[in-house]
């Protein structure tokens, strides 16, 4: 049995996806529902079983449960603005620990997410080498939370018994119910719908002009190809990027969307909120040496044509799940 937590999720529910087109079913998702529309990433999916994530925890913990094979833990609360920091430390800290000290016990795969949040505002730049990863400073409680793992691998030299994959930007099918945190591309094609244009966040730093802030957008599709050839290497352990190692500007990202509509690029710069000028990430891009060292075939796809398969194929003219 493979379990997949935060199955219910983007990136989980993506990789449940992946894992079925491949001939895999004996799933177990481990989630937490609530009253979130998330549950509509199940839909169609073929897994074993269900269990809510608290639940899991405890049988896991006390032998109840058919035999693992491998653990691909995608639950996390993602928000980058959330507060409660005694709630990030327990669900993205805590939980994955007590998974992976299980998982390294029972000699059971294990691969988790991490963030590109943890690069902080990029000053220290994007290298995925263990030395870098010791002096990150996260900008927000959420990036924190996924550098404490991190660390705690490192500090116990534990890092090559298990995978850690730092997402940087991801987009893609599946989305749908991360309100605020969903990606511009999904945002942007209801924006056009509504009014014609699409909203980008003013510049704040006179070397970059409105809109050319830049990241790294990674396609869902990419990422679980990744997630899939480290499930099926279980020799290759670290910490690794996953982004496509090019970095691209908002403004790209817009332009892509319209293009992908078949639309004129037209693009309305606002006020970035007070609230989160100071934890802005103005550049990041994945440095990814060390995963293709590692011997992973993944090619990824162009921000357009990754952004034409979303809005063509997903988004428009109804929702799509993968």
Same mark, same amino acid.
Request: some cysteine; aromatic content about 14%; hydrophobic content about 40%.
């Given at each position: 049995m493979i379990v997949v937590t935060g199955g219910a999720g983007f990136i989980g529910s993506a990789?449940?996806?992946?894992?079925?087109?491949?001939?895999?079913?004996?799933?177990?998702?481990?989630?937490?529902? $609530?009253? $979130?529309?998330?549950?509509?990433?199940?839909?169609? !999916?073929?897994? +074993?079983? %269900?269990?809510?994530?608290?639940?899991?925890?405890?049988?896991?913990?006390?032998? #109840?449960?058919?035999?693992i094979e491998a653990i691909v833990h995608m639950g996390a609360n993602s928000s980058t603005t959330e507060k409660d920091v005694d709630h990030l430390m327990e669900n993205n800290y805590r939980y994955t620990r007590v998974l992976a000290e299980w998982s390294m016990r029972? !000699?059971?795969?294990?691969?988790?997410? $991490?963030?590109?949040? +943890?690069?902080?505002?990029?000053?220290?730049?994007? $290298?995925?080498?263990?030395?870098?990863?010791?002096?990150?400073?996260?900008?927000?409680?959420?990036?924190?939370?996924?550098?404490?793992?991190?660390?705690?691998?490192?500090?116990?030299?534990?890092?090559?018994?298990?995978?850690?994959?730092?997402?940087?930007?991801?987009?893609?099918?599946?989305? %749908?119910?991360?309100?605020?945190?969903?990606?511009?591309?999904? !945002?942007?094609?209801?924006?056009?719908?509504?009014?014609g244009k699409i909203r980008l966040f003013k510049s704040y730093k006179p070397e970059y002009k409105h809109g050319e802030q830049v990241r790294d957008f990674v396609y869902i599709k990419d990422c679980t190809e990744v997630l899939w050839w480290f499930l099926k290497n279980p020799k290759v352990n670290g910490i690794f990027n996953l982004g496509t190692g090019k970095? #691209? +500007?908002?403004?790209?990202?817009?332009?892509a969307v319209f293009s992908a509509l078949n639309l004129q690029t037209s693009i309305e710069y606002s006020e970035m909120p007070e609230s989160i000028r100071n934890a802005y990430q103005y550049h990041t891009e994945a440095a990814i040496a060390k995963l293709e060292r590692a011997g992973c075939p993944v090619q990824f796809r162009s921000l357009e044509d990754s952004v034409k398969d979303y809005v063509r194929n997903y988004l428009h003219p109804e929702l799509r799940y993968l």
């Open positions: 990789m449940v996806s992946k894992l079925n087109e491949n001939g895999e079913t004996d799933i177990l998702i481990v989630d937490e529902l $609530s009253t $979130s529309i998330k549950w509509k990433n199940l839909v169609r !999916k073929r897994f +074993t079983d %269900y269990i809510h994530k608290d639940h899991f925890l405890e049988m896991l913990l006390n032998d #109840r449960l058919p035999k029972k !000699k059971v795969r294990f691969i988790y997410a $991490s963030s590109g949040a +943890t690069y902080g505002d990029g000053s220290l730049g994007f $290298s995925d080498d263990y030395e870098l990863v010791q002096k990150l400073v996260p900008l927000n409680a959420y990036g924190y939370s996924k550098q404490m793992f991190d660390l705690w691998l490192l500090r116990n030299q534990l890092e090559n018994k298990v995978v850690g994959v730092k997402f940087f930007n991801v987009f893609g099918p599946n989305e %749908y119910h991360k309100d605020d945190m969903k990606s511009l591309v999904c !945002k942007a094609y209801y924006q056009i719908q509504e009014n970095a #691209r +500007t908002w403004n790209d990202l817009a332009a």
